[in-house]
């Protein structure tokens, strides 16, 4: 018998706010996580703004026991910790006792590249043929599954403990995974999650490519552009974000809160054909993938209310909108909402998709589509498309029953999602 | 005095590695930093590393092999010291 799956836990780390509370206040009133970086100005980046969350160590160290604080040298890692910790915590579990694992909880967290700052410090000693001097961290801290290991470690889980990578795809996918691995009754819950450092060492290569904006130096807030005629590339991002994925038997066995349930979702790849590269998408792929999600999810087209996007500021967003419309087969007035929350997040990469979905989830917590900030100067090619209306630039009241939300990645890689409130 | 010191400094040194069970009051100089004190044997080279740094000398790989016991730290720490 196939298990149907809810939502029980939420933690966030972003560079627009650092917990629920914040972060969730951030999106209502659209205020930025995107400001100025000395250090790319000083290495001569051509985009000198970023998004990347704001801790003091006395806030990371209450995560961390001293041992694990000592050569502590990966921001995705330390992102990733505080999510996931956070989710559990939300979601009312507990950690498992010191001598038994929690056989029915595993974690699927992925990351594109962990620990970049750390191994860094490695490659130096290395190179000046100090290898002794590595210590015992320089492994945890940068294989990529370190962040599973960690919260697996830290709760104690029992039953699957991996880490997912699929550049911005990531989160997204880890979410799907999750509700497959539950739904198939091979565990009761998951943290699913994804993390992305921050730093030169993971951004510098976008910003060879220039694929980043260059002219927004001096006003960071309004670089990220979604959705907008303006837009000219998207602002690098960091963080993390975490959702415990659980059987609704599960959950409403323990009593747990429930945010949302997960209908159903699909992963494709476009495969590098068809107009389809390394770095862009083949449109019929995407398409495909979001008429298999509802397909999967057993429910049709029309009962989209409102879409959370990949959408990340660069040309391309035109052409993601009309991958939903002609998916969707849905356009004008008649074309459900939609945002996208990297204009105050930035592009949070292998982060993305987790941090956008626990913002997705919130929306029927808050009753609420949340805005769309620089999207004002609407590109004309969506304008075609979609009523101006259904691309809200505030935060608006609106109950949402189904929320799709998609993410693409590097490597010709999709997933989409499909949520639903269990509220009437 | 000196060995005391170095006894003191030893300890601070190895507290942050002890797992929750074992506190700095548990470490004697005859402890067994793996068997007794349960230290994770990964950490060891990292007390090796802190060693190193605080009294200012350098362990071979020999001398990692030997240093089993609180008692066997010290001695390694003299005879280094004295050597410099």
């Not at chain 1, 939420?10 to 999106?27: Q, R």
């Not at chain 1, 160290?61 to 989710?87: C, E, H, M, R, W």
């Not at chain 1, 057993?298 to 990340?312: M, P, Q, V, Y």
């Amino acid at each position: 018998m196939a298990h149907r799956v809810v939502v029980t836990g939420l933690g966030i780390c972003a560079p627009n706010g650092v917990g629920l509370k914040d972060f969730t206040k951030s999106l209502q009133e659209g205020s930025s996580g995107i400001s100025f970086q000395q250090e790319l100005k000083d290495l001569n980046f051509g985009c000198q703004v970023a998004g990347k969350p704001e801790l003091t160590s006395e806030y990371i160290n209450k995560y961390f026991t001293p041992l694990q604080l000592k050569g502590l040298n990966a921001s995705g890692l330390v992102y990733g910790v505080i999510a996931g910790t956070d989710a559990w915590t939300d979601a009312g579990l507990s950690k498992a006792e010191e001598d038994e694992p929690d056989w029915d909880s595993g974690v699927i967290f992925g990351t594109g590249i962990l620990g970049v700052d750390k191994f860094r410090e490695s490659i130096h000693l290395v190179d000046a043929g100090d290898t002794r001097r590595l210590g015992s961290t320089s492994v945890i801290q940068t294989m990529a599954s370190g962040i599973s290991a960690y919260l697996g470690g830290i709760l104690g889980s029992g039953n699957q403990v991996t880490t997912n990578s699929s550049a911005c795809t990531t989160g997204t996918e880890g979410v799907i995974m999750a509700y497959d691995r539950i739904r198939s009754g091979k565990a009761k819950r998951i943290l699913t999650g994804s993390c992305s450092d921050s730093g030169p060492y993971v951004w510098g290569g976008f910003d060879a490519m220039r694929i980043l904006p260059r002219k927004f130096n001096n006003t960071p807030s309004t670089a990220s552009r979604p959705l907008s005629a303006t837009a000219s590339g998207f602002v690098p991002g960091s963080g993390a974000g975490a959702l415990v994925l659980e059987s609704l038997q599960s959950a409403k066995e323990r009593g747990a809160k429930i945010y949302a349930e997960v209908l159903g979702g699909a992963i494709n790849s476009g495969g590098q054909r068809g107009g389809g590269s390394m770095t862009a998408p083949n449109s019929s792929s995407v398409q495909r993938c979001i008429k298999m999600a509802l397909k999967n999810s057993g429910i049709e087209s029309k009962d989209i209310e409102a879409i959370n996007g990949h959408l990340t500021a660069t040309g391309k967003d035109p052409v993601e909108v009309l991958n939903w419309s002609l998916a969707l087969e849905r356009s004008g007035l008649d074309f459900p909402y939609i945002n996208s929350f990297k204009g105050i997040m930035g592009h949070g990469l292998a982060a993305a998709g987790s941090m956008e979905c626990v913002a997705a989830v919130l929306q029927f917590k808050e009753g609420q589509i949340f805005g769309n900030v620089n999207s004002e100067d609407l590109h004309p090619e969506i304008e075609k498309l979609v009523d101006k209306s259904r691309i809200p630039v505030k935060t608006i009241s609106f109950r949402s029953k189904t929320i799709a939300k998609a993410s693409f990645g590097f490597g010709d890689v999709n997933a989409c999602v499909i949520f639903r409130t269990l509220k009437n | 005095m000196k060995e005391e010191n170095y006894y003191q400094q030893l300890k601070g040194i190895v507290k942050p590695y002890l797992p929750e069970d074992v506190t700095v009051d548990d470490i004697s100089p005859d402890s067994h930093f793996i068997n007794e004190l349960n230290i994770n044997s990964a950490n060891l080279v990292d007390i090796v590393l802190d060693v190193e740094d605080a009294f200012e000398i350098t362990l071979e790989n020999d001398d990692m092999d030997q240093m089993q016991t609180v008692n066997d730290a010290m001695a390694i720490i003299d005879k280094k010291r004295r050597s410099k």
